[in-house]
């Protein structure tokens, strides 16, 4: 019994016997009809073609495929194929395939479109994005006026969920990548300041990257990485099983039920979320200075005290609140506009990602030129 599907030829004057054995299944490799195409044009004299199957032990649908093509080789020049010795089961299929010929144009054919059209597309693509991201903004604005005016409907153990959520989850994964980026800081500061004896002044370089811009940064992509994410898929699935929908037929506002707890929690995590991670930043930091450059706890502490002020805090708290209002609109924003399919969540919280990240850094951007302006 043969292992694998094999073809062979036999000719006989103006014929030519076609022996199919072995199994035939998709999942092994399979003769290609290229065989054929080139035994009948190597014998321009051949008018007939006899099919044989009787060592043929198992097949599915790859026999078929091959069969029709050599079908269609035939009929293209000319050659009779005799089926008799095919298995009944594959010559009706055979026969039922060539009966419901396929339709033209069933096939997609791709066409590249003009370039100016393609610009012009993403350029139309973009601005239905502008849109909608104003939409949505004007709509949260004027959620938040009827946040102050007591007016909006959300249950509070939602809010407190999700404070749990941001906050204290969050904590194990800032400790880490804060501590992290306090040694790298700390130790490619000490590289360079030892070779003029200024390691005392490692202790500035932590506390005041940290403070001021890294503390907050880090923290936002991190949070923008877990919890943005986490805010388009869950509205992203809630859209895609018409829960968004539900809420609106029922009289609730989505925006005031779902995203508007979802930004209260983070503006109010961020700003705890960025003074534990600045201390954890100056720990990183401190065990550099004490393990590699022989300072003291106290030394190092008392450096990093007079390095920073409360200026530079409050400067990097309100960062931070700001990243939170960010990541929170992008991951929410993204969540409204995902599609109705499951594939579309993962994009959307993908997209989520992307967005809170570069709008993060345009901020971090912006707040450095204008705190410059201000002299801060």
């Known amino acids: 019994m043969a292992e694998h599907s094999q073809v062979s030829f036999q000719r006989s004057g103006e014929g030519i016997l076609i022996r199919l054995s072995g199994a035939w299944r998709l999942r092994g490799g399979l003769p290609s009809a290229s065989l054929v195409q080139r035994e009948l044009e190597s014998s321009p004299t051949v008018r007939g073609v006899a099919l044989e199957a009787q060592e043929l032990t198992s097949w599915d649908s790859s026999v078929l495929t091959f069969l029709v093509e050599v079908s269609e080789l035939c009929r293209q020049r000319g050659i009779n194929m005799d089926r008799g010795g095919l298995p009944a089961g594959v010559r009706r299929l055979l026969e039922l395939a060539e009966a419901v010929p396929e339709k033209k144009g069933a096939r997609k054919e791709e066409v590249e479109s003009p370039f100016f059209e393609r610009v ?207 990541i929170a609109l992008s991951g929410c924003l993204r969540g409204i506009q995902c599609g109705n399919s499951s594939s579309a969540v993962g994009d959307a919280a993908t997209s989520a990602v992307v967005t809170g990240i570069v709008a993060i850094v345009t901020a971090c951007g912006v707040f450095a030129v204008v705190f410059y302006v201000l002299g801060i």
């Open 120 to 326: 012009g597309t993403s350029a139309i693509g973009a601005g239905e994005s502008l849109g909608e991201m104003l939409k949505f903004l004007g709509e949260m604005s004027v959620t938040f006026v009827r946040l102050f005016r007591m007016k909006v409907r959300f249950r509070a153990v939602d809010l407190i969920l999700l404070i749990q959520q941001c906050g204290a989850q969050a904590l194990p994964i800032v400790t880490l990548i804060s501590f992290l980026v306090g040694v790298i800081l700390a130790f490619v500061g000490a590289v360079q300041l030892r070779q003029f004896g200024a390691q005392i002044y490692v202790a500035d370089l932590v506390g005041i990257a940290m403070v001021r811009e890294m503390g907050a940064m880090m923290t936002g992509i991190i949070m923008a990485g877990r919890t943005g994410a986490a805010f388009a898929a869950q509205l992203g699935t809630m859209k895609v099983t018409q829960e968004l929908d539900a809420f609106t037929t029922m009289g609730f506002s989505p925006l005031e039920f779902l995203v508007l707890p979802r930004v209260i929690a983070l503006v109010l995590m961020m700003p705890l979320l960025c003074l534990y991670s600045d201390f954890v930043g100056i720990l990183g930091g401190a065990a550099i200075g004490v393990g590699m450059l022989d300072l003291s706890w106290t030394t190092y502490f008392r450096e990093t005290t007079n390095a920073i002020n409360l200026t530079g805090l409050f400067g990097g708290v309100f960062k931070s609140s700001v990243y939170g209002v960010l």
